[in-house]
């Protein structure tokens, strides 16, 4: 085995750990952990296909989104091919690069295409737009629609999602919501994350899930689309409430359980009564 | 130095990975670093576990009362499981350990009103030693929490100038776990983390080297004192309040960012009519 050979086996073994530490990073780190992996690995840099490839997954499920010049797409393993993402709704196949979050190149390409879910598609992505202009913060949000089957059987597939990126004063956040949408079913999945990595690392991590009968007519798209929309952010209106009520009332609960700010007589401890006292009775 | 270099990415890594999963991220990243990993090791913070001696007395595991796979106990000074040719604290030391361990039990009745505290000592070189002050307490089922727990690691390393003067550098470390129970309205929520502090200071010992040791004890508990009750303060501010921050600045309640847009629109207006 020549030297090149031997590198590639011994990489092909932190695989693995590459895989799950990358996944695991919250969004927005990505890039500073896969760097300091090529540091504690040694010979091996970020263009590495093994780091792309862990990046590319931690992208896709955190739905990270790309920026073109006139155009963006959010990444999820639904649309993800190996080396492209499929635009449904533009008919492209486009190219990106996860490490700069930008789009290279994009291709035209002949999709199947339904013209009664595409009515509805549309009418989503224009009621989601409006439902991230006002219940996000601009920063870096999106939503994607895209749709399987026909018009006698379909599932829309609908992705919402916001970070907070603040690398400077240590801290991150990820709000990604998931959809399917039937004819007569809503279900969701939510992940809420936050992390805050002055002098430590604290992390909150908070998952829901949603299922919600409603009842979809392709023929009222504008309506239908109105109707599905509403239904996800009374959802996520009220997931949010939650959690705001458990910040409320979880502080108190926590910490007295935990530890007192003084001992019960209000004074703090007196160690040198105490050190007397019991090493005194020690020795008895 | 090649092995600092790692070990720092290593703990670089650390602090992103979900506190909840320390010890599969601490595995993770010693198995691609072996060599180094008693090291790595030594220098995560992650919640206390307990052990037990043959009568069923609790004791504190941890790094520093850890020799291979056995776990030394502060009441009487065995490994478990039993082991030869184990590191042990000197006989001095070992007094000073026995006599720290009834003073700080008392400092966890008073402030904890529960869990378990253990206090471990090691010889060092230059003629000082170290000592880890621990605590470990759960909260039981309660309101609406399924599970938490608190893990204190308090490090102090102890050096003289030889003659009277003491220098006390303390790292507190509090490692916090929380899991709230599967709610109707919010899921599974967990928060988990850990906040670090340093602080040092320096005394002058009573004349005559008399009493020395109720001197140490003093001084350190005084500075696990202060500094345990910072954290737990900066806990709540951060713990809750930062993450809750993070949160509502990423995606805002109903109706939240229409009226800091018209309160922006207003502050327009007046500037305009005013400025």
């Known amino acids: ?284 | 130095m090649e092995s600092k270099e790692k070990i720092h990415s290593c703990l670089n890594i650390l602090k992103r990975l979900p506190p909840t999963q320390i010890q599969k991220n601490a595995a993770a990243l010693v198995s691609l670093i072996p060599d180094y990993a008693e090291e790595l090791y030594q220098k995560i913070d992650k919640p206390l576990d307990i052990g037990q001696d043959e009568r069923g007395n609790q004791f504190i595991q941890s790094e520093f009362n850890r020799d291979g796979d056995s776990f030394r106990s502060p009441q009487n000074n065995q490994y478990y499981p039993p082991i030869d040719d184990a590191v042990y604290p000197s006989e001095q030391l070992r007094k000073l350990e026995l006599k720290a361990n009834a003073v700080f039990d008392e400092y966890r009745r008073l402030y904890y009103e529960g869990g378990l505290s253990s206090c471990y000592f090691w010889d060092k070189d230059d003629g000082g030693f170290a000592t880890a002050w621990l605590i470990r307490k759960n909260v039981e089922k309660t309101k609406g929490i399924e599970e938490g727990s608190w893990s204190s690691i308090n490090v102090i390393d102890v050096k003289t100038d030889g003659k009277s003067k003491w220098t006390y550098k303390i790292t507190t470390s509090v490692v916090l776990e929380m899991n709230i129970s599967s709610n109707q309205d919010v899921g599974k929520f967990n928060i988990t983390g850990t906040l670090t502090k340093q602080k040092e200071e320096s005394f002058e010992a009573p004349a005559g080297g008399k009493d020395i040791e109720l001197f140490h004890i003093m001084k350190i508990g005084t500075l696990v004192e202060d500094v345990e009750s910072y954290l737990r303060s900066q806990l709540d501010s951060v713990y809750f309040g930062k993450t809750r921050d993070i949160v509502f600045q990423t995606r805002f309640s109903e109706g939240e960012k229409q009226s800091i847009q018209q309160r922006q629109g207003l502050a327009g207006e007046f500037k305009q009519k005013y400025g």
């Not at chain 1, 492209?92 to 035209?108: A, F, M, N, P, Y």
């Not at chain 1, 899930?209 to 952010?233: C, P, R, Y």
Request: net charge negative; charged share 20%.
């Open chain 1, 1 to 284: 085995m020549n030297q090149g050979e031997e590198e590639i086996t011994e990489v092909q073994q932190y695989e693995k750990v590459v895989k799950y530490i990358v996944k695991n990073t919250p969004f927005g780190q990505a890039n500073l952990v896969i760097k300091d992996l090529c540091k504690i690995i040694g010979n091996i840099n970020p263009q590495n296909p093994i780091m792309l490839q862990a990046l590319k997954d931690h992208n896709e499920e955190h739905l990270a989104l790309f920026k073109g010049q006139s155009t963006q797409i959010l990444t999820s393993v639904l649309n993800s091919q190996e080396d492209f993402y499929v635009d449904q709704k533009n008919n492209e196949t486009i190219q990106v690069d996860h490490e700069k979050l930008e789009i290279i190149s994009r291709s035209q390409v002949e999709l199947p295409s339904e013209p009664d879910l595409n009515q509805l598609r549309d009418a989503l992505e224009q009621q989601l737009n409006l439902y991230l202009s006002q219940q996000f913060s601009e920063k870096v949000c999106g939503a994607y629609v895209m749709y399987q089957g026909d018009a006698s059987d379909f599932t829309f597939y609908l992705g919402i999602t916001a970070k907070t990126i603040n690398l400077p004063n240590f801290f991150c956040g990820s709000w990604i919501s998931t959809w399917e949408v039937t004819k007569t079913q809503l279900k969701g999945d939510l992940k809420v994350q936050a992390h805050y990595y002055e002098d430590g690392n604290v992390q909150l991590k908070n998952v829901n899930t949603f299922s919600e009968g409603i009842n979809v007519d392709l023929s009222a798209a504008s309506d239908s689309a109105k109707q599905i929309v509403h239904a996800i952010s009374k959802l996520e209106n009220k997931h949010l409430t939650g959690m705001d009520n458990l910040y409320n009332s979880m502080p108190d609960i926590f910490f007295k359980a935990m530890r007192r700010p003084l001992p019960i007589t209000g004074t703090k401890m007196n160690w040198n009564e105490n050190v007397h006292k019991l090493v005194a009775n020690l020795k008895q």
